[in-house]
């Protein structure tokens, strides 16, 4: 049974940095497609960032060059470095994994799915 695990989250000053951590159980080889998602109070979950076994990586438009995605394929773990936060960022994080030959930042591609980490910047 796959399951995913994130940590990492908490509450920050704007302008500070995070990093996320998602560990991913239950799979026989290390999964295509790894990303982060996140939704804000009365917003749409929506992609942040994914990154692929082969190190290709996507980002969304409103957090490039601030965050960084990374990941270890023998631990089956994804990262997330968010530096300058504002708060704009506040949301519960997401990690989600994708077996298949896809990857990007929408969220409808993704199989599974963790439980969530909340991240809040105040200002």
């Known amino acids: 049974q796959v399951q995913l695990v994130e940590s990492g989250g908490g509450s920050v000053q704007s302008g500070g940095s995070l990093r996320l951590s998602c560990a991913a159980s239950?799979?026989?080889?290390?999964?295509?497609?790894m990303g982060w998602f996140r939704q804000g109070p009365g917003k749409e979950r929506e992609g942040v960032a994914s990154?692929?076994?082969?190190?290709?990586?996507h980002y969304a438009d409103s957090v490039k060059g601030r965050f960084t995605i990374s990941r270890d394929n023998a631990k089956n773990t994804v990262f997330l470095s968010m530096n300058s936060l504002n708060t704009e960022d506040t949301a519960m994080y997401y990690c989600?994994?994708?077996?298949?030959?896809?990857?990007?930042?929408?969220?409808?591609?993704?199989?599974?799915w963790g439980q969530g980490t909340q991240v809040t910047v105040s200002s």
């Open positions: 990154m692929t076994t082969f190190g290709t990586t």
């Open positions: 989600a994994t994708r077996r298949s030959s896809i990857c990007s930042v929408d969220p409808g591609l993704f199989d599974s």
């Open positions: 239950g799979y026989d080889y290390a999964p295509y497609c």
